[in-house]
Structure formats: structure tokens, C-alpha cells
């Protein structure tokens, strides 16, 4: 419609405007020509110094017409002396009273009064140009010539312009209206297929995807939506991966829990101290589900929560208290815990966050490792960046598991990780909260053994930041 709307408007000032400006051109024309003529008769009827019906009709008859419809003289009261309607030969009869006529137009009153006056007229195909012009003789008007054309030709030729302007304005019209119909047709189509693939997609249907044609606006939407919904079925997978992983962590301690109580109540007369080892272990798996559903939580507040207010918080120091916590774990297992701090290491995160990764690497340094084996935790500047590693002599990890020991859940050793009581989570909650303080994490084989495990945080700078509020 506004296509439509717009082609009409260039169409009608395509049509007015040569129109027109024909019309002008042909007025200019006309007024040139006319008023020169009535300037030569009223010049050779200037010599009559007085003028008289015989007189000027003499003078008249000499002069060409030149294809006039009408030449009227008449004297300064306006009344007619010479009519070249009414040529003398019909004029009044000899003896008869004269016909007293008045030519009372508004041209002639106009060249009366002294002024030089034109006007034309376009009508009915026709073009009707009137001028007329004082006779002036020693400064005195003597009398008015008025002079009529009426001319068939050229207001044919305008009208035929007017036409052929119209035809070739509807044909346009025409095509304009049948080629954005069409457009808008097939616009209409790609959008209701837009839509279509979007309420599908609303609907659950994450694997529907658009077929983007050609290169303009809308295959590029079709392409940014086929984009989107990958992502969004990533997103889903992942989601469903994860519902179906927590669930089958949260089953199976409680499926021995179920287990173990079973077999207390169904045997009888159990032995006092078999007893004890089950509930031990119910113990055990009733911790478990604690550390799962605690790291669950960690996890869920990672992704929902908005990071809370961050510190400059000292890395060694923290590092320090967190190592000292584990520090019973690392006896219990035979393992040295070995501490490389240096100071100024301050970086923006809170220090319940810090620990919680700190904790979380030391604690898999120490439970994938060997009795008598070693553990490096270092904290130390790196250009514009604190770095914390956490190296080991431990089981190492195969090099093709290193990209995977982030994902929730991914675990090398199945029965390692469950004999040490870990979740598959552990990792997964360190990189989650490393990216949330706008740092990084990685993990790769230590050289002879054992793994090595870095976490690079951006370096907060005192002096730095004073200037920044001083500025
Ligand atoms: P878990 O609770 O099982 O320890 P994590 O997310 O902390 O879960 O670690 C994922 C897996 O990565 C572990 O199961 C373990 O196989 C491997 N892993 C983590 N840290 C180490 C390490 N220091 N040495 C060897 N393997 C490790």
C-alpha cells in the first residue's frame, strides 16, 4: 500500500507538471505573439491621428488578419469603430441610421485606460487568446484595437499530450499495482513462514529449522532464527543432560540407602557389628546426597544469581587458610601440601567464592593422588593477571579427558572419584565461578606426572583504581 500511495503521488506530478508547463509555454508564446500584433496594427492606426470607421477599416483591409478570429478598433468612449466580423459589404445600409455598438470588454477598458493587456484561456480543447492595445497618438489615446485568436491546433496538441500522459501513467499504474501485489504476496508468504517456524519452536520443537532463500533481509532473519533455536536446543540438551545426570546422582545413594535398610530389617538376629557397618554406610551414603545436593545448589546459584559484591581480596591469603583447612585430609591421605605465595596478589572476587575454588582444586589434588605424594599450590603475578595453580604427583589425567573434567558430572575415574566421595561437580562450580569474576581456568598434565591446574584472575591494582576515583 505505501508503495502504491507513493507511485500515485510521482504520477500525478509526473502528469501536472508537463502539463503545466506546456500550457505555460504555450501562454508565453500566444502573449508574445498577439501583443505584437496589436502593437503593429495600433501603430499603423496611430498615423490616422484621428480615427473613423472609414479610415481605419481602410487601414484594416490593408493590414493581414493573419488568421484572427476577430479585430475590433474602437474609439477612446469604446464604441466600435471597425468589427472584422462584420465586413463592410453586410455593414449598415447606405442612409441608415449608424449602429451604435460598444465594445465593452474588459481588455478594452484595460487599453483604454493606457495598458497593454492579454489573456488567454484554455477550454474544450481549445486555446481562446484575447489582447488588445491603446491607439496612442501626441500622448493621447484615440482609441483601443482588440484582437481575438482562437486557435483548435495547439489546444488539440495539449489535449492529446494530456491523453497520452494519462495512458502511459495507467499502464504504470497497472504494472506498479500487479508487481506489488505480487511483492507483497510472496513478503507476506516468507514472514507467515517466520512465524510459523517461531510458534513451533515456542511449542517445544527445538530441531525445526527455516530454509533461508536468496540473500536479502529476510533469509538473513531466517538465518539469525535457525542460529537462535541452535542454540536453544544446545541449551535444552544440555539442560536435559543435566536434570537426567542429578537425578541418577540423587538415586543411587538413596537406592542403597533403601538397600542397606532393607537388609537390617529383613534379616534377623544380625550380628551387632554388621549392623553397625551398614548404618556406617548409610552414614556415608546420606553424606553423599548431602555433598551432591550442597554442589547442585552451588551450581543453581551460579547460573541464576547475579555475582555479589566483589573485594580486593588477597589470593595468598586465602589460599593460605583454605590450604590450612585441608590440611588434616593431606595427613589422612600421606600427602605434602606445598605453598609458594607471593604477596600482592590481590584480585576482585569475594572470599567465600576464592575459597570455594581454591578448596576445590586442592581437595582433587590431594584425593587424585598417591600416599606420599605432593601437592604445589603456588599464587604468584603474571603480568596484569594473578595466577593460582594447583599442581600434583597424583593419577594424572589422559589427555584427551582434560578438555571434559569441566563438564558436570564428567568423571575419569568412576570408582575413584565415588571411593573419594567426589561429585563430578567439583570442577564444574570452580570455572562457573572463575568466568563469574571475569577470569579463566585450565587444566593440563604435569611433566613427569600428576596434573597442573591454572586459574588466572584479572590483577586489581590499588593505585590504579585511586587514580580512577580521583579523576
Ligand atoms: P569429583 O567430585 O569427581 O572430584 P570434579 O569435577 O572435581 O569431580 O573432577 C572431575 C574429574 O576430574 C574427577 O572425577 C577426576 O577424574 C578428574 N580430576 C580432577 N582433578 C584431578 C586431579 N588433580 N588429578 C587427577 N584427576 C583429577
Redesign the pocket.
Known amino acids: 500500500m505505501s508503495y502504491l500511495a507513493i507511485f500515485a503521488t510521482v504520477l500525478v506530478l509526473l502528469n501536472t507538471y508537463p502539463l503545466v508547463a506546456s500550457q505555460d509555454l504555450l501562454f508565453t508564446s500566444k502573449r508574445d505573439s498577439l501583443k505584437s500584433q496589436a502593437a503593429v496594427m495600433a501603430s499603423a492606426l496611430m498615423e490616422l491621428e484621428s480615427l473613423s470607421s472609414d479610415q481605419v477599416a481602410r487601414v484594416m483591409n490593408m493590414l493581414d488578419s493573419m488568421g484572427l478570429a476577430r479585430i475590433l478598433v474602437t474609439d477612446p468612449a469604446g464604441l466600435i469603430l471597425y468589427d472584422s466580423t462584420q465586413p463592410e459589404e453586410e455593414g449598415p445600409e447606405e442612409g441608415a441610421p449608424p449602429e451604435y455598438r460598444y465594445a465593452l470588454y474588459q481588455e478594452v477598458v484595460s487599453a483604454l485606460r493606457g495598458s497593454d493587456v492579454f489573456y488567454s484561456r484554455y477550454a474544450g480543447r481549445v486555446f481562446t487568446s484575447t489582447a488588445a492595445s491603446p491607439i496612442v497618438y501626441r500622448g493621447m489615446v484615440i482609441g483601443a484595437i482588440y484582437i481575438l485568436e482562437i486557435d483548435p491546433a495547439q489546444g488539440e496538441l495539449l489535449y492529446n499530450l494530456q491523453q497520452n500522459l494519462r495512458n502511459i501513467s495507467l499502464v504504470i499504474a497497472a504494472v506498479t499495482l500487479v508487481m506489488s501485489t505480487l511483492f507483497s504476496k510472496v513478503l507476506t508468504a516468507r514472514i507467515a513462514a517466520l512465524l510459523r517456524a517461531i510458534r513451533i519452536v515456542g511449542e517445544g520443537e527445538y530441531g525445526h529449522r527455516l530454509q533461508p532463500v536468496g540473500r536479502d533481509e529476510m533469509a538473513q532473519l531466517a538465518g539469525e532464527f535457525n542460529h537462535l533455536t541452535d542454540r536453544l536446543q544446545t541449551t535444552e540438551e544440555v539442560r536435559r543432560r543435566f536434570v537426567s545426570d542429578a537425578s541418577h546422582e540423587l538415586k543411587t545413594p538413596l537406592a542403597s540407602i533403601r538397600l542397606l535398610a532393607d537388609s537390617i530389617l529383613q534379616t534377623d538376629e544380625m550380628d551387632p557389628e554388621m549392623v553397625r557397618d551398614f548404618v556406617g554406610d548409610i552414614g556415608s551414603e546420606a553424606d553423599r546426597l548431602a555433598r551432591v545436593t550442597e554442589h547442585l545448589l552451588a551450581l543453581t546459584r551460579l547460573d541464576s544469581l547475579p555475582a555479589g559484591d566483589a573485594f580486593p581480596v588477597d589470593t595468598a591469603q586465602v589460599t593460605e587458610r583454605t590450604a590450612a583447612l585441608l590440611q588434616p585430609v593431606a595427613d589422612a591421605a600421606g600427602v605434602t601440601v606445598l605453598l609458594d605465595l607471593k604477596p600482592d596478589c590481590l584480585i576482585l572476587c569475594t572470599e567465600d567464592d576464592l575459597s570455594q575454588i581454591c578448596f ?1 582444586l586442592v581437595e ?2 590431594i ?2 593422588n598417591y600416599s606420599g605424594g605432593k601437592v604445589f599450590v603456588s599464587v604468584h603475578r603474571d603480568g596484569d593477571q594473578v595466577l593460582l595453580e594447583v599442581g ?1 604427583t ?4 589422559p589427555e584427551e579427558d582434560l578438555p571434559k ?2 563438564n558436570r558430572f ?4 568412576k570408582a ?2 565415588r571411593a ?1 566421595g ?7 562450580i570452580v570455572r562457573d565461578t572463575v568466568r563469574r569474576h571475569g577470569g579463566w581456568v585450565t587444566a593440563r598434565s604435569r611433566n613427569p606426572e ?2 597442573l ?1 591454572t586459574a588466572g584472575f584479572p590483577r586489581y591494582d590499588p593505585e590504579e583504581d585511586g587514580k580512577g576515583e580521583g579523576l
Not at 597424583?394 to 589425567?397: D, E, M
Not at 564428567?410 to 575415574?413: A, E, K, P, S
Not at 567426589?422 to 564444574?428: D, N, P, Q
Open positions: 576445590n582433587n589434588a584425593k587424585y600434583d597424583g593419577v594424572g589425567i573434567v569441566f564428567y568423571r575419569v575415574d575413584r572419584s573419594a567426589g561429585t563430578g561437580l567439583g570442577l564444574s600428576g596434573s591446574f
